[in-house]
């Protein structure tokens, strides 16, 4: 068996007929192993002198190469041991089976190692996945975070891998799904941010509209893991998303935030029902608060009446309300955007219902008759 696959031989068209030898050969070896008479544990351990011999992508082809009804069959069998041993093969390669692989095969091998509900070589796919993204420079040029759609956003919105949380629950039931995606989006930011670094000419990239499609999904992603496996405890990702806001214009920043607001506003539960979500919301908010309003006026014109909207409906935050509405007081478009405010029978609704809501609107009201020519 171990002269399908040699060493010596590099003719393509003899490693292909090889290949699919093996392959076929281990199809007829499961296949046997679905009849009680004719199962044997002792033969597919045979396979693994050639096994150890394949190439990274040799192996990977040779994951991908089972079907589904194949992979649901094997995990039945005692052949599940051998399709275990292929896949610790291929996963021991590390990075180099992200370099040796397109996206779109490393992620047919993901789909594969699901099917055959491998959570152990699952777990180790996703650690690669991260470490890599983290460690290894090329592996990080090659996946431009913004620009393309790297393997990290692919995984995290495929309903084949964690795009469908809950079907994917049903074939994992493992405490550390939640880790798992979190370490995930940890690298997807880590990736946002190291291609924001403005020190760095060669991989800086300007944020742009497609940037904020791709924070906001990100942090959607987030909020619905953490509605999912809700906990006390504030992940890392809350702090790497801050990290990725710090390097984010001021009006990209604000579109986020009107983004993550129209997910969530009639959801139910909200991510208000959860502490970790509305911290980073929370905390999102605030840092639109920091910027200095006059370097883009235009962009308060257009964006702090919907901020401030978030804030009298909907976030439970009496000082950053009350800082906003003094920051407005004191911007060159002051009187322009308090009339607006003042007159908007929107803002007017709050003032009676809501105690934060009602001082918020009473100092721009007061304002706005200062304001007014006598």
Request: charged residues 25%.
């Amino acid at each position: 068996m171990v002269s399908f696959v040699s060493d010596h031989h590099t003719d393509p068209d003899y490693t292909t007929s090889a290949k699919k030898m093996l392959s076929d050969c281990l199809r007829f070896a499961k296949c046997m192993e679905t009849h009680q008479l004719l199962a044997d544990p002792w033969r597919l351990s045979s396979f693994s002198a050639v096994i150890t011999r394949l190439s990274v992508d040799e192996l990977g082809q040779l994951i991908i190469s089972l079907t589904k009804s194949e992979c649901l069959g094997i995990k039945k069998t005692s052949s599940s041991s051998i399709a275990s041993f292929i896949c610790r093969q291929f996963l021991s390669r590390g990075a180099e089976s992200l370099v040796t692989l397109s996206k779109e095969d490393f992620l047919q091998v993901l789909k594969r190692i699901i099917w055959l509900e491998k959570e152990e070589e699952f777990q180790s796919a996703i650690l690669i996945v991260c470490t890599s993204v983290k460690d290894n420079e090329d592996i990080r040029k090659s996946w431009n975070s913004i620009e393309e759609d790297s393997l990290v956003e692919i995984m995290l919105t495929s309903p084949d891998v964690f795009g469908n949380l809950d079907s994917f629950v049903d074939s994992f039931l493992s405490e550390g799904i939640r880790q798992l995606i979190l370490q995930l989006i940890d690298a997807w930011l880590y990736g946002f941010y190291w291609a924001l670094d403005p020190l760095d000419s060669q991989s800086h990239i300007s944020p742009d509209e497609a940037f904020v499609k791709k924070t906001t999904k990100c942090s959607e992603i987030f909020i619905k893991t953490e509605k999912r496996w809700p906990s006390d405890q504030v992940p890392k990702s809350v702090d790497m998303l801050a990290l990725v806001f710090s390097r984010t214009p001021f009006n990209l920043l604000l579109n986020i935030v009107d983004d993550v607001y129209n997910l969530e506003v009639d959801e139910s539960p909200s991510l208000k029902d959860f502490p970790t979500c509305l911290k980073l919301f929370r905390d999102l908010c605030r840092r639109c608060l920091g910027y200095d309003e006059c370097d883009s006026p235009s962009d308060m014109s257009r964006h702090y009446p919907k901020l401030l909207k978030i804030y009298f409906f909907w976030i439970d935050d009496d000082a950053s309300l009350m800082a906003m509405c003094h920051k407005l007081c004191r911007s060159p478009l002051s009187n322009a955007l308090v009339k607006e405010i003042v007159d908007s029978s929107e803002f007017q609704y709050p003032a009676s219902t809501s105690c934060h809501g009602r001082a918020a609107f009473c100092l721009l009201l007061d304002y706005r008759i200062k304001a007014l020519p006598y």
